[in-house]
């Protein structure tokens, strides 16, 4: 203890950040430090990832099929959703999962497993051929060609225009405790943020950043 004690005065006393701060960027935990942050000039364009470097879900392109294999390789929380370019929504992983139904998932106490698509009868994998719907209410398709899924959407997504200053979407993040922010122009989806990315920029003076992070096996 004494030893601990000593090392958080010592690095109190040398460096800006102290012993936890300094633990928690180690490890890099999804912590938001309360500093006063000042942009030099950047704007929410320089700390989001563009559209075309996201993965988001094409509303009314895709089979359920389709859909489960994008859940099964991309374990993200949620993803955009768009209809070309025009902005839909954000949907949840889990909440997708949940509306496909239990004609596609089996729900148990471990989670949602997927059922085996060789003992599916004939109208389960019918279902799997529809198209995934997420605004039902402006479909393009016929009602028994399609799976509504907008149950699955966000009902509140904040929105910015990327040309906002990077310290109002840091401070938004902080002090309202978000998960994301979307980035749209004239309702046309043009990147997103997450929580992640400001822990990032918030942490970069660091020089040992997820120094002592796990990191997966090859």
């Given at each position: 203890m004494?030893?601990?004690m000593t090392a958080?005065?010592?690095?109190?006393?040398?460096?800006?950040?102290?012993?936890?701060?300094?633990?928690?960027?180690?490890?890099?935990?999804?912590w938001l430090p309360p500093v006063d942050y000042r942009d030099t000039g950047e704007t929410g364009a320089n700390i989001m990832k563009s559209m075309d470097q996201?993965?988001?879900?094409?509303d009314e392109q895709?089979?359920?099929?389709?859909?489960?294999?994008?859940?099964?390789?991309?374990?993200?929380?949620?993803f955009p959703v768009v209809r070309g370019k025009h902005f839909v929504g954000f949907a949840t992983h889990d909440k997708i999962r949940e509306a496909l139904g239990d004609s596609i998932y089996l729900n148990t106490k471990s989670g949602y497993l997927l059922k085996t698509v060789d003992a599916a009868p004939a109208d389960d994998f019918?279902?799997?051929?529809k198209k995934c719907s997420f605004s039902s209410r402006?479909?393009?398709?016929?009602?028994?060609?399609?799976?509504?899924?907008?149950?699955?959407?966000?009902?509140?997504?904040?929105?910015?225009?990327?040309?906002v200053p990077q310290e109002l979407v840091v401070?938004?993040?902080q002090k309202l405790n978000l998960r994301r922010i979307l980035f749209t122009h004239a309702g046309d989806l043009t990147g997103m943020t997450t929580k992640t990315d400001v822990v990032s920029l918030l942490m970069s003076h660091f020089p040992h950043t997820a120094a002592l992070s796990q990191r997966p096996g090859p």
């Open positions: 004494i030893c601990v958080k005065w010592v690095g109190d006393a040398m460096g800006k950040d102290g012993i936890y701060s300094v633990w928690i960027a180690m490890r890099h935990y999804p996201l993965v988001v879900i094409n895709l089979s359920a099929k389709e859909l489960e294999a994008l859940l099964e390789k991309h374990k993200y929380n949620g019918s279902n799997r051929m402006d479909s393009l398709l016929r009602a028994d060609t399609r799976i509504d899924l907008s149950s699955s959407l966000e009902e509140a997504v904040l929105q910015l225009r990327k040309e401070n938004m993040f």
